[in-house]
Protein backbone atom coordinates (compact mmCIF):
# COMPACT_ATOMS: atom_id res chain seq x y z
CA UNK A 1 0.00 0.00 0.00
CA UNK A 2 2.39 2.77 -1.19
CA UNK A 3 1.70 6.46 0.25
CA UNK A 4 1.34 9.38 -2.21
CA UNK A 5 0.91 12.04 -0.21
CA UNK A 6 -1.10 13.50 2.62
CA UNK A 7 -4.27 15.52 2.51
CA UNK A 8 -7.80 16.11 3.05
CA UNK A 9 -10.41 14.34 1.22
CA UNK A 10 -13.70 15.57 1.09
CA UNK A 11 -16.86 13.40 0.22
CA UNK A 12 -19.92 11.29 0.85
CA UNK A 13 -20.17 7.93 2.97
CA UNK A 14 -21.82 5.23 0.71
CA UNK A 15 -20.98 2.62 3.32
CA UNK A 16 -18.91 0.80 5.91
CA UNK A 17 -17.44 -2.25 7.32
CA UNK A 18 -16.34 -3.07 11.38
CA UNK A 19 -13.67 -5.31 11.26
CA UNK A 20 -13.31 -7.25 15.16
CA UNK A 21 -11.83 -10.28 14.85
CA UNK A 22 -8.63 -9.45 12.52
CA UNK A 23 -4.86 -9.53 13.79
CA UNK A 24 -4.81 -5.59 12.39
CA UNK A 25 -8.52 -4.61 12.95
CA UNK A 26 -9.95 -1.13 11.22
CA UNK A 27 -13.21 0.29 10.44
CA UNK A 28 -13.64 0.55 6.85
CA UNK A 29 -15.12 3.39 5.14
CA UNK A 30 -16.39 3.63 1.54
CA UNK A 31 -16.74 7.05 0.22
CA UNK A 32 -17.41 8.66 -3.01
CA UNK A 33 -16.48 12.27 -4.59
CA UNK A 34 -18.46 14.26 -6.78
CA UNK A 35 -16.71 12.57 -9.56
CA UNK A 36 -17.68 9.58 -8.78
CA UNK A 37 -14.19 7.96 -7.69
CA UNK A 38 -14.77 5.97 -4.46
CA UNK A 39 -12.37 5.61 -1.67
CA UNK A 40 -12.05 3.16 0.92
CA UNK A 41 -11.06 4.60 4.66
CA UNK A 42 -8.87 2.98 6.98
CA UNK A 43 -9.49 3.97 10.52
CA UNK A 44 -7.42 2.03 12.95
CA UNK A 45 -9.30 0.72 16.20
CA UNK A 46 -6.65 -1.13 17.49
CA UNK A 47 -2.70 -0.58 17.38
CA UNK A 48 -0.70 -2.75 16.56
CA UNK A 49 1.81 -2.47 19.24
CA UNK A 50 1.07 -4.23 22.51
CA UNK A 51 2.00 -1.52 24.49
CA UNK A 52 -0.51 0.74 23.18
CA UNK A 53 -3.97 1.78 23.38
CA UNK A 54 -6.25 3.95 20.71
CA UNK A 55 -7.25 7.47 22.31
CA UNK A 56 -10.36 8.74 21.10
CA UNK A 57 -12.14 12.50 21.43
CA UNK A 58 -15.54 12.81 20.08
CA UNK A 59 -15.94 17.13 19.69
CA UNK A 60 -20.16 16.91 19.06
CA UNK A 61 -20.16 20.48 18.79
CA UNK A 62 -16.63 21.03 16.86
CA UNK A 63 -15.75 24.84 16.34
CA UNK A 64 -14.54 24.85 12.76
CA UNK A 65 -13.92 28.31 12.77
CA UNK A 66 -10.32 28.00 13.20
CA UNK A 67 -10.50 26.33 9.43
CA UNK A 68 -13.27 27.78 7.87
CA UNK A 69 -11.74 27.67 4.53
CA UNK A 70 -12.98 23.48 4.55
CA UNK A 71 -16.56 24.48 3.52
CA UNK A 72 -15.29 26.47 0.41
CA UNK A 73 -12.42 23.81 -0.97
CA UNK A 74 -13.89 21.30 -4.01
CA UNK A 75 -14.99 17.54 -3.10
CA UNK A 76 -12.11 15.13 -4.02
CA UNK A 77 -8.55 14.57 -2.36
CA UNK A 78 -6.62 18.03 -1.94
CA UNK A 79 -2.60 17.81 -0.74
CA UNK A 80 -1.86 19.30 2.20
CA UNK A 81 1.87 21.34 2.50
CA UNK A 82 3.41 24.29 3.56
CA UNK A 83 1.06 26.66 1.78
CA UNK A 84 -1.96 25.43 2.32
CA UNK A 85 -1.46 24.63 5.99
CA UNK A 86 -4.50 26.95 7.10
CA UNK A 87 -6.88 23.73 6.39
CA UNK A 88 -4.73 21.13 8.08
CA UNK A 89 -5.12 19.62 11.68
CA UNK A 90 -2.11 19.66 14.52
CA UNK A 91 -3.56 18.18 17.33
CA UNK A 92 -0.55 20.08 19.21
CA UNK A 93 -0.33 23.48 17.49
CA UNK A 94 -4.02 24.03 16.48
CA UNK A 95 -5.40 23.94 20.01
CA UNK A 96 -8.26 21.87 18.62
CA UNK A 97 -9.25 20.22 21.92
CA UNK A 98 -7.81 19.15 25.62
CA UNK A 99 -5.79 16.57 24.55
CA UNK A 100 -6.56 15.21 28.70
CA UNK A 101 -9.80 14.89 27.33
CA UNK A 102 -8.89 11.42 25.12
CA UNK A 103 -9.59 8.23 26.40
CA UNK A 104 -8.48 4.71 25.86
CA UNK A 105 -11.33 2.52 24.28
CA UNK A 106 -11.10 -1.11 23.10
CA UNK A 107 -12.18 -1.98 19.92
CA UNK A 108 -14.32 -4.43 20.65
CA UNK A 109 -16.71 -5.50 24.20
CA UNK A 110 -19.70 -7.65 24.05
CA UNK A 111 -22.57 -5.36 23.78
CA UNK A 112 -23.94 -2.43 22.27
CA UNK A 113 -22.65 1.00 22.24
CA UNK A 114 -19.65 -0.05 24.23
CA UNK A 115 -16.38 0.39 22.01
CA UNK A 116 -14.75 2.02 19.66
CA UNK A 117 -16.52 0.43 16.05
CA UNK A 118 -19.75 1.19 18.02
CA UNK A 119 -18.94 4.70 18.20
CA UNK A 120 -17.32 4.52 14.67
CA UNK A 121 -20.57 2.97 13.15
CA UNK A 122 -23.04 5.40 15.02
CA UNK A 123 -21.36 9.20 13.56
CA UNK A 124 -20.63 7.17 9.96
CA UNK A 125 -24.49 6.25 9.63
CA UNK A 126 -25.62 9.52 10.88
CA UNK A 127 -23.57 11.01 8.19
CA UNK A 128 -25.64 8.51 5.82
CA UNK A 129 -28.74 9.20 7.19
CA UNK A 130 -28.70 13.17 7.13
CA UNK A 131 -26.17 12.80 3.67
CA UNK A 132 -23.12 14.92 5.55
CA UNK A 133 -20.14 16.20 3.91
CA UNK A 134 -17.08 13.85 5.51
CA UNK A 135 -13.94 15.62 5.70
CA UNK A 136 -11.18 12.84 5.90
CA UNK A 137 -7.68 13.51 7.15
CA UNK A 138 -4.86 10.65 6.06
CA UNK A 139 -2.05 9.46 3.79
CA UNK A 140 -3.51 8.75 0.41
CA UNK A 141 -2.58 5.42 -1.39
CA UNK A 142 -3.93 4.77 -5.30
CA UNK A 143 -5.18 4.34 -7.73
CA UNK A 144 -4.09 0.86 -8.22
CA UNK A 145 -5.32 -1.59 -11.18
CA UNK A 146 -6.81 -4.30 -8.44
CA UNK A 147 -10.60 -3.38 -6.78
CA UNK A 148 -10.63 -2.75 -3.58
CA UNK A 149 -10.69 -5.69 -1.20
CA UNK A 150 -13.40 -4.59 0.90
CA UNK A 151 -15.69 -2.68 -0.70
CA UNK A 152 -14.53 -4.18 -4.61
CA UNK A 153 -14.88 -1.22 -6.24
CA UNK A 154 -12.10 -0.45 -9.29
CA UNK A 155 -9.50 1.30 -9.45
CA UNK A 156 -8.39 1.22 -5.33
CA UNK A 157 -7.99 4.18 -3.72
CA UNK A 158 -7.79 5.05 -0.57
CA UNK A 159 -6.88 7.10 3.41
CA UNK A 160 -4.69 5.51 5.98
CA UNK A 161 -2.87 7.53 8.57
CA UNK A 162 -6.22 8.70 10.52
CA UNK A 163 -5.07 9.36 13.47
CA UNK A 164 -2.58 11.78 14.80
CA UNK A 165 0.73 11.40 12.98
CA UNK A 166 3.76 12.58 15.58
CA UNK A 167 4.84 11.70 18.63
CA UNK A 168 6.00 8.43 17.39
CA UNK A 169 9.23 6.30 18.35
CA UNK A 170 10.78 3.54 17.17
CA UNK A 171 9.00 1.63 14.25
CA UNK A 172 6.67 4.49 13.55
CA UNK A 173 8.95 7.33 13.66
CA UNK A 174 9.48 7.88 9.90
CA UNK A 175 5.54 8.94 9.95
CA UNK A 176 6.23 12.28 12.05
CA UNK A 177 5.07 15.49 11.08
CA UNK A 178 3.43 18.61 12.15
CA UNK A 179 0.34 19.89 10.61
CA UNK A 180 -0.31 16.41 9.24
CA UNK A 181 -2.50 14.68 11.93
CA UNK A 182 -5.46 12.77 10.74
CA UNK A 183 -9.14 13.03 11.82
CA UNK A 184 -12.63 12.84 10.79
CA UNK A 185 -14.47 16.58 10.80
CA UNK A 186 -18.65 15.85 9.79
CA UNK A 187 -20.22 18.76 8.42
CA UNK A 188 -23.92 18.54 9.28
CA UNK A 189 -26.41 20.81 8.11
CA UNK A 190 -26.65 22.41 11.57
CA UNK A 191 -22.93 21.72 13.56
CA UNK A 192 -19.87 19.56 12.76
CA UNK A 193 -18.43 16.52 14.49
CA UNK A 194 -15.10 16.14 14.59
CA UNK A 195 -13.39 12.44 15.82
CA UNK A 196 -9.55 12.30 16.78
CA UNK A 197 -7.51 9.22 17.44
CA UNK A 198 -3.82 8.93 18.71
CA UNK A 199 -2.34 6.10 20.61
CA UNK A 200 -1.38 5.98 24.32
CA UNK A 201 2.20 5.30 23.17
CA UNK A 202 2.74 8.49 21.01
CA UNK A 203 4.39 11.68 22.78
CA UNK A 204 2.62 14.86 23.33
CA UNK A 205 5.83 16.88 23.70
CA UNK A 206 7.16 17.19 19.96
CA UNK A 207 9.65 19.46 17.99
CA UNK A 208 8.71 21.55 14.77
CA UNK A 209 9.14 18.49 12.86
CA UNK A 210 6.86 16.17 15.00
CA UNK A 211 9.67 14.14 16.03
CA UNK A 212 9.29 13.74 20.42
CA UNK A 213 10.82 15.84 22.81
CA UNK A 214 11.69 16.02 25.87
CA UNK A 215 10.44 19.84 26.81
CA UNK A 216 6.60 20.69 26.24
CA UNK A 217 7.36 23.69 24.65
CA UNK A 218 3.38 24.08 23.32
CA UNK A 219 2.13 25.00 27.14
CA UNK A 220 -1.65 24.92 26.02
CA UNK A 221 -1.29 20.82 25.82
CA UNK A 222 -0.82 18.42 28.84
CA UNK A 223 0.30 15.37 28.90
CA UNK A 224 -2.31 12.02 28.11
Not at 29 to 44: K, L, M
Not at 47 to 59: A, C, G, I, T
Not at 107 to 112: K, L
Amino acid sequence: MPVQRFGVLKCKVTAYKEERDDRDPHFQIEVVDDQGTHYRISVNVMSRSEQSEVLYLVDEDFNASAISILPNIKLGFTPINHNNRDIALDYIRSSLFDPSSMKPLSHHITGPNNDLNDLMEHYIQKAINEDALLYVYGSRWGPEKNRDHIFRFQPGNGLHNVHMNQGNKGRWKGDNASYQDGGLLIQFKDHWVGIFLAFLSQSWCTDEKGHPTEFCGHTQMRQV
